[in-house]
């Protein structure tokens, strides 16, 4: 099959948002909404179709594309495998929903506000697709510039502050990674991740080139001590900047730790496991402690991102099956949660335009609709069995004991400490006293707002009690990413031996 | 004899025009618009010239004079780009009262001393080309001579000018008198490194060209000039002679001084650095758009000095590739101040851009795309210029460069992301006229298109700017 179905799913998005461009402004903006709402759904429905055709027993990447670009060795290639898919779908699924969420929320410019959330849906899926470094690079780092506006034009008060903020401390993390970029280009000839594997990067220029990928994924992820511009960003962004924000841009770090520093830098990412593991734990227990003195809701959700992400982190570096397909879960359950926590703070916000804790109270005796569905993510937050949130822990908790059981222990207590800002957190929201009387006369979720929270609500259900789907997807080329590392760190090792 | 004329075809063809025009202008009264369509037309009849002769490489008059692809292409691009500087600043002449009809001959004779600084191989030709252009420019400068900062600047550029131009001649003399000869190519050939007094010219002259080209630290006049004369003027400052001085740069360290490549690659890494920095780092506190414009095009030089910096093919390709896209930026960007006018006054503060996207909104995502492309954000077309600069400075290893250059390239993402976060994020909303000018929004909007579509296709640039250096 020639047609460039990677290509149609990257620029679907791109060329709609140019026709909403081109829209004639309208009463409440209906046309731009439904060709938003309508190409981001055929996206969902195009992954869905990419996931069902994926040939699930090969390890190889598939429906590549090819062209050459910027010479006949950095070229335009795309194609997925059973890891970037499920990312893909996730992007497609969540954008949709943030499209739903602006119809409710945003009230000023909505025409840009979706044409900013299309292109920057463009651009996250070209980040899952590519599999070249360049066109990777370019993909990551134009995504910057839809985000940057997301949080400065329909942010909260202190937006710019927040936005310069994650601009400039991304860009400053991924300009390393450019340097790096070229360097391998000039050591191997190619920027082509299959070709460079089979090529391999002489183990003295490895764990510098890991580093600088490294000062790149790490402000994304965000870990500590860079982590500092998320809770900033989470707190100014619009809802439904948040909601791409937590849900998929922080999964680019993830993924790229994945697609890249460990295919390509084998021998520097075992070196510097101890280093990842330090900053995971620290993550997990600090940020976790931090997010319980919380005040502010998305604050709090911001912080404990950071904490879920330390386990991703954690478990794509045990480099065990467990781990890794661990790591992938989890990220996959993070971006419905916390997508999902994002969107019912969004809900009461758009009502009672706070988010400090202080001001709810009770919201279980007025809105029971909304307080039964923010209880289940907040279970799911917690890692209750039976969602997906469980599982991921589980899996990399699994992981670790094997690698190092001290880490393991620790990354445990952050569950522990989890449970107790989520509850806490439940407790003065949902129950406890109406101190607020707006409260009393606040009205229950709407519909579209029911339809957003209950899909994505099945979503974590269902993965969590049937995991299937997804660990069959990962099945295969999570045992070829782990093989190929540990071939050549043989390979390295032998050849030590050898001198 | 007739074949070298053929030879020097666009060369004559532009001097006779400016004669004719020049008459045209003095017997006719009030025949600004009559001489300027002249001037377009004259620049179009041109470009088909240059597009229409050989690619072959012909060197005529004693070889001082070289016709090849690159100067081909440089003719062009100066060409080009003078061309859309004065069409969109047409109606900013008008309004502002400085429509003497001597302006774009004026701007003929410094593309024409151009001209001969892109096709010269020989010393003399080379300084005549350069004077004609910068006598031309001195003239520019303080067009609007009732207007005091327009003088100001005026004198200020000639003093600065005629000073570096004197050390530059300096320094032709030496060279001549250390090599025995003024041609380029048997400078080449004398030129190593034991020559201690060549090399001392060699020195002089970096010193002329880099006063050019402005880079740090022989930039002092830029942000004055820039500011003080007449907006159409300074886009003309910012792109054109930038373009012809870093071609004339480019050129020195390709022939004549290619044997002594270690030594002047110290002090152009030492420029490019200190470029980076200062334009990244200055243009922080401005207030005027111009200025802030002034000190960004220090830190593009910076940029474009770092690819020559590393003294391989590709690293001078890259360079060429750098230019022409900043050129692409800055016509949009002055283009775009074209439009921010407020009762019948033409705004030069930043501050008045404050909310504009609220009611304009074409100008104000033109404005985004342009900075962005500015800040070197992938995709548009500012990133791929750096990119390849970059990749020519780490195929030579120059770590210390490239690592200063990409953190120079974040510090000057803050002061591109101020100005888009005054026009998108501010709550105050200031409107400008209703300007109906054709010319500035095809302008705009062909620059926007050109950094927007660069990522389709960058093999077709990069292919043009390799072929020039292939002897």
């Not at chain 1, 950095?74 to 739903?100: E, H, M, N, Q, R």
């Not at chain 2, 004329?5 to 003095?26: A, D, H, R």
Request: aromatic share 14%; hydrophobic share 55%; charged share 10%.
């Amino acid at each position: 099959m020639n047609f460039p179905i990677l290509s149609t799913l990257i620029f679907l998005p791109l060329v709609s948002s140019l026709f909403i461009f081109l829209s004639k402004d309208q009463k409440n903006n209906a046309s731009a909404i439904y060709i938003s709402l309508f190409s981001s759904l055929a996206t969902f429905v195009l992954s869905l179709f990419l996931w069902y055709s994926l040939d699930l027993n090969s390890p190889d990447f598939q429906f590549i594309e090819e062209k050459s670009w910027i010479n006949d060795y950095i070229k335009f290639k795309l194609g997925v495998d059973g890891i970037s898919i499920l990312f893909i779908v996730l992007t497609a699924l969540i954008t949709p929903i943030c499209i739903i969420s602006c119809i409710n929320s945003v009230k000023d410019r909505v025409k840009e506000f979706l044409i900013a959330i299309l292109v920057l849906e463009t651009f996250m899926i070209g980040v899952f697709c590519s599999l070249d470094l360049v066109i990777f690079y370019l993909f990551f780092e134009a995504g910057l510039i839809p985000m940057f506006l997301i949080i400065g034009v329909w942010g909260g008060p202190k937006r710019v502050y927040s936005a310069f903020k994650f601009f400039l401390y991304t860009l400053l993390g991924s300009v390393l990674m450019l340097v790096a970029i070229i360097a391998i280009y000039w050591l191997t000839g190619t920027t082509d991740i299959t070709q460079i594997q089979e090529i391999k990067i002489p183990r003295e220029y490895q764990n510098l080139l890991w580093l600088a990928f490294f000062s790149s994924f790490a402000v994304k992820t965000p870990m500590w001590p860079v982590h500092t511009w998320l809770p900033d960003a989470h707190v100014e962004a619009p809802t439904a900047g948040s909601v791409i924000l937590a849900a998929i841009l922080l999964k680019m770090a993830g993924y790229g730790f994945l697609r890249f520093s460990i295919p390509l830098f084998p021998a520097a990412s075992e070196f510097f496991t101890p280093l990842i593991y330090t900053l995971s734990i620290v993550a997990i227990i600090y940020t976790s402690l931090v997010a319980l003195m919380q005040d502010d809701m998305k604050k709090l959700i911001a912080y404990s991102s950071v904490a879920h992400m330390g386990y991703v982190t954690l478990g794509i570096f045990t480099l065990t099956k467990q781990g890794i397909e661990g790591s992938v879960f989890q990220m996959i359950s993070h971006g419905l949660i916390s997508a999902a926590l994002f969107l019912c703070v969004g809900v009461v916000y758009d009502r009672l335009h706070s988010r400090l804790i202080s001001t709810y109270g009770g919201l279980v005796n007025y809105l029971p609709k909304y307080s039964f569905l923010f209880l289940v993510f907040a279970l799911a937050a917690l890692g209750l069995p039976g969602t997906t949130g469980f599982l991921g822990e589980f899996l990399i908790l699994t992981g670790s004991f094997q690698k190092n059981y001290i880490v393991a222990m620790l990354a445990t207590l952050g569950v522990v400490l989890g449970a107790a800002y989520i509850l806490w957190l439940t407790k003065r929201v949902i129950f406890g006293k109406t101190n607020n009387e707006q409260i009393k006369s606040v009205k229950d979720t709407n519909k579209l707002e029911i339809l957003m929270l209950v899909s994505l609500a099945f979503l974590v259900i269902f993965f969590g009690i049937y995991p299937y789907p997804l660990m069959e997807t990962l099945n295969i080329s999570v045992d070829n990413l782990i093989t190929n590392y540990e071939q050549s760190l043989n390979e390295i090792n032998i050849a030590k031996n050898d001198q | 004899m007739i074949n070298n004329l053929n030879i020097l075809l666009p060369e004559i063809f532009l001097t006779l025009s400016i004669f004719g025009i020049l008459m045209l202008g003095v017997f006719i009264k009030r025949s600004f618009n009559l001489v300027f369509n002249l001037s377009s037309i004259v620049i179009i009849v041109t470009i088909t010239i240059i597009l229409n002769s050989p690619n072959n490489v012909e060197k005529i008059f004693l070889e001082s004079f070289i016709r090849d692809s690159f100067s081909q292409f440089f003719k062009l691009l100066i060409l080009v780009s003078s061309l859309f500087v004065l069409n969109s600043s047409k109606s900013f002449i008008h309004d502002n009262k400085i429509d003497k009809f001597e302006y774009p001959i004026i701007i003929l004779i410094s593309i024409l001393g151009m001209f001969f600084m892109v096709s010269s191989n020989d010393l003399i030709l080379f300084y005549l080309g350069l004077e004609l252009q910068s006598l031309a420019l001195y003239i520019l400068a303080s067009i609007d001579r009732d207007n005091l900062r327009s003088s100001e600047s005026g004198i200020k550029y000639f003093v600065l000018s005629a000073l570096s131009s004197g050390l530059l001649l300096y320094g032709c003399s030496l060279l001549y008198g250390f090599t025995g000869s003024t041609n380029f190519e048997i400078i080449s050939f004398e030129l190593i490194d034991t020559n201690v007094g060549a090399i001392f010219a060699m020195v002089f002259i970096l010193v002329g060209l880099a006063f050019k080209v402005s880079a740090v630290p022989f930039h002092m006049w830029t942000p004055d000039v820039y500011e003080g004369a007449p907006t159409s003027i300074t886009s003309f400052f910012a792109v054109v002679p930038k373009v012809a001085g870093l071609a004339l740069l480019i050129k020195f360290m390709f022939v004549p001084f290619s044997n002594i490549l270690l030594e002047w690659q110290t002090i152009m890494i030492f420029i490019s650095i200190a470029s980076m920095i200062l334009g990244a780092v200055a243009a922080i506190v401005q207030k005027n758009i111009k200025r802030l414009l002034a000190y960004s095009s220090i830190g593009h030089i910076g940029y474009a000095l770092a690819g020559v910096a590393s003294g391989s093919i590709t690293g001078y390709a890259s360079s060429v590739l750098y230019i022409t896209i900043y050129v692409v930026m800055n016509i949009g960007a002055f283009s775009c101040l074209y439009l921010m006018k407020k009762d019948g006054n033409y705004k030069e503060d930043i501050e008045d851009l404050s909310g504009v996207s609220k009611k304009h909104p074409i100008l104000a995502i033109s404005f985004l795309i342009i900075l962005f492309s500015l800040a070197g954000v992938p995709p548009l077309g500012g990133f791929f210029a750096k990119f390849y600069v970059f990749k020519a400075v780490l195929e030579q290893e120059m770590y210390v460069l490239a690592i200063v250059g990409l953190l120079t390239t974040v510090i000057s993402a803050f002061y591109y992301l101020r100005i888009i976060k005054i026009i998108y994020f501010d709550e105050k909303s200031s409107t400008f006229d209703k300007v109906k000018n054709k010319v500035v929004q095809v302008t705009v909007f062909l620059s926007c298109s050109i950094l927007i579509t660069f990522f389709l296709y960058p093999y077709f640039l990069n292919n043009i700017v390799n072929s020039l250096f292939i002897v």
